[in-house]
C-alpha cells in the first residue's frame, strides 16, 4: 500500500520523495519550487525572493512543510508524523495496518492534496 501511496505523490510535480520508501513508511514533502509561489516568490540560487526579502528557500520550504503537516493532522481524517533529515522537514506516512486498502491510500493522499492546495493558494 506504501508502494501506492508513493506513487500518488511522484505524479504530482509540487511534490518529492525525500528518501526512498522504507518498508511501510514514506518520506515526502512539497518542493520549494512548489512554496516559492506563495507570494509571488521566485527561487534563484537557493534563495526564495518574495516581496523584496531574501529567504532561504529551504527555510522556508520546512516551514510550509511543517505547516502542512499541522492541517492535514488537525483535519482528524488522516494522521502523519515528520522527520528531520539533514536539515530538511520531511512528512512521513506510514501504512502498516493489515485492513488498510487502496481507497484508503487514495483518500490520505487527497487530504495532502487538499490541504497543500489551500496552503499554495493562500
Not at 97 to 121: P, Y
Request: glycine fraction near 6%; charged fraction near 25%; include cysteine.
Amino acid at each position: 500500500m506504501a508502494k501506492i501511496f508513493e506513487e500518488l505523490v511522484r505524479q504530482d510535480k509540487r511534490f518529492e520523495i525525500f528518501v526512498p520508501r522504507n518498508l511501510a513508511v514514506v518520506c515526502f514533502r512539497l518542493l520549494p519550487s512548489a512554496v516559492a509561489k506563495i507570494g509571488n516568490g521566485n527561487v534563484e540560487n537557493g534563495h526564495l525572493k518574495v516581496q523584496n526579502r531574501d529567504l532561504k528557500a529551504e527555510d522556508v520550504a520546512n516551514e510550509i512543510n511543517r505547516k502542512l503537516l499541522d492541517s492535514i493532522n488537525g483535519s482528524g481524517t488522516v494522521y502523519m508524523t515528520h522527520a528531520i533529515v539533514g536539515g530538511v522537514f520531511v512528512i512521513r506516512c506510514a501504512i502498516g495496518a493489515t485492513l488498510t486498502e487502496k481507497t484508503h491510500v487514495i483518500m490520505a493522499w487527497k487530504v495532502v492534496q487538499e490541504h497543500a492546495d489551500a496552503i499554495l493558494n493562500h
